[in-house]
C-alpha cells in the first residue's frame, strides 16, 4: 500500500525536561501536554542518597545540570524544564534565578523550574495564601515554606509524609487526605508538592471539594514550559488551566448552565459537580502537622491509612 500521500510527521514543539534520577511519572507529565508538543526528557546522575536536603541539593548543582542540559541540546528544545521542586526551593529565591540561569547558559534557550512555576502559577490565580502538601520531611518542607514566604506568599496550613523514598508510590487517597487536613485557615490555594508526587486526577476533585485553586508540582512545571513556547497545556477542570474551572465549581454546574458560557457541556447539558458526592471530613486545627506524630483526620472508611512518617 502506498502511503506517501500521508507525507510526514507533523511539526512538534519541543519542551527538554531534566529530572532527578529517581523521577517515576514521566506518563503524569505528558498528560499535560497537547498533541504538537514532545518532551524530551534526561536524569542526572544517581547518587546513593535519601529524599532529603542533601539530595535536593546534589541533584541541583549547576555542574550537574548543565551535563543534562547538554544532552537534550541535539534534540532542539525550545525550552527547558527542571521538573524538581525540592531542588529548585532548597537555595531559596537566588538560588532557583541562578539554576535558570545556569540552564539558559548552558542550552542557549530559556530553562524554568518548578518551584520558579509555581511562584508564577500562584500569581496567576492571585494566591496569596496557600496550604501546602508534601511527601517529605520536616526539614524539607520547612525549606519549601522559607522559599515561599521569600516569594511573598503565606502557609496557611501544611501537611507532610516524612518519606525519603519511593515517592512516586503515594497513593491517590493520601493526597486527598493530606489535602484535606492542610487546607485550613484562610487558604487562597493548596500546592500539592514533589514531582515524584502523583496529582493528575485529584486536582479536579479538590478543587471541587474545597472550593480553591489545586496546583501541582508536575501540573505548574508543564504549564510554565507550555506557555513559554505558545502552547497551552491540557487539564480539564482544573483552575489554571481551564478558564471554566477558573471561575470555580458553579460555573461547572446547576441548572443555569448556559451553552458557551461555560455552565455545561457543549450540547447544553449541565456538567455534574465532581466533587457534589464528596464525604466532608472534620478540619484540623490550622498548625496540624502529620509528620509531627500527630494523629490524622477522620478517613473514609474504605481507604488505607496513611503511611506513618519516616
Same mark, same amino acid.
Not at 534565578?97 to 500562584?122: Q, Y
Given at each position: 500500500m502506498d502511503v506517501s500521500f500521508l507525507g510526514g510527521p507533523q511539526p512538534q514543539? +519541543?519542551?527538554?525536561?531534566?529530572?532527578?534520577?529517581?523521577?517515576?511519572l514521566d506518563r503524569e507529565l505528558w498528560r499535560w501536554v497537547p498533541d504538537d508538543v514532545s518532551l524530551h526528557l534526561t536524569r542526572t546522575p544517581f547518587v546513593p542518597v535519601e529524599v532529603g536536603l542533601d539530595l535536593a541539593r546534589l541533584v541541583s548543582?549547576? /555542574?550537574?545540570?548543565?551535563?543534562?542540559?547538554q544532552a537534550l541540546h541535539a534534540v532542539s528544545p525550545q525550552v527547558i524544564a527542571y521538573v524538581c521542586t525540592s531542588g529548585s526551593f532548597v537555595s531559596g529565591i537566588a538560588?532557583?534565578?541562578?539554576?535558570?540561569?545556569?540552564?539558559?547558559?548552558?542550552?542557549?534557550?530559556?530553562?524554568?523550574?518548578?518551584?520558579?512555576?509555581?511562584? /508564577?502559577?500562584?500569581? /496567576?490565580? +492571585?494566591?496569596?495564601?496557600?496550604?501546602? &502538601?508534601?511527601p517529605y520531611t520536616k526539614s524539607v518542607?520547612?525549606?519549601l515554606e522559607d522559599f515561599l514566604g521569600e516569594a511573598g506568599i503565606t502557609v496557611t496550613g501544611r501537611a507532610y509524609l516524612g518519606l525519603t523514598r519511593h515517592i512516586w508510590k503515594v497513593s491517590y487517597r493520601d493526597v486527598v487526605d493530606m489535602a484535606r487536613a492542610a487546607a485550613v485557615g484562610a487558604a487562597d490555594a493548596l500546592f500539592l508538592s514533589c514531582t515524584n508526587?502523583?496529582?493528575y486526577d485529584v486536582i479536579p476533585q479538590l /478543587?471541587?471539594?474545597?472550593?480553591?485553586? &489545586?496546583?501541582?508540582a508536575n501540573q505548574v512545571t508543564m504549564w510554565a514550559a507550555l506557555r513559554a513556547i505558545g502552547a497551552a497545556a491540557v487539564g480539564p477542570y482544573q483552575a489554571l488551566l481551564d478558564p471554566v474551572a477558573r471561575r470555580g465549581p458553579a460555573a461547572m454546574s446547576g441548572p443555569a448552565a448556559v451553552p458557551g458560557q461555560g455552565g455545561g457541556t457543549p450540547d447544553g447539558t449541565?456538567?455534574?459537580d465532581p466533587g457534589a458526592a464528596a464525604l466532608a471530613v472534620p478540619p484540623a486545627p490550622p498548625d496540624t502537622e502529620w509528620g509531627d506524630g500527630l494523629d490524622p483526620p477522620p478517613r473514609l472508611p474504605e481507604g488505607p491509612a496513611p503511611r506513618p512518617p519516616g
Open positions: 514543539l +519541543g519542551v527538554g525536561v531534566v529530572a532527578p534520577f529517581d523521577f517515576a548543582e549547576h /555542574e550537574t545540570l548543565h551535563a543534562a542540559v538560588g532557583e534565578r541562578a539554576i535558570c540561569a545556569a540552564m539558559t547558559r548552558a542550552g542557549t534557550v530559556p530553562a524554568l523550574t518548578t518551584s520558579g512555576a509555581l511562584v /508564577e502559577a500562584l500569581r /496567576e490565580t +492571585g494566591a496569596r495564601r496557600v496550604a501546602v &502538601v508534601t518542607t520547612d525549606s508526587l502523583p496529582t /478543587e471541587a471539594e474545597l472550593r480553591m485553586p &489545586v496546583l501541582s449541565p456538567r455534574a
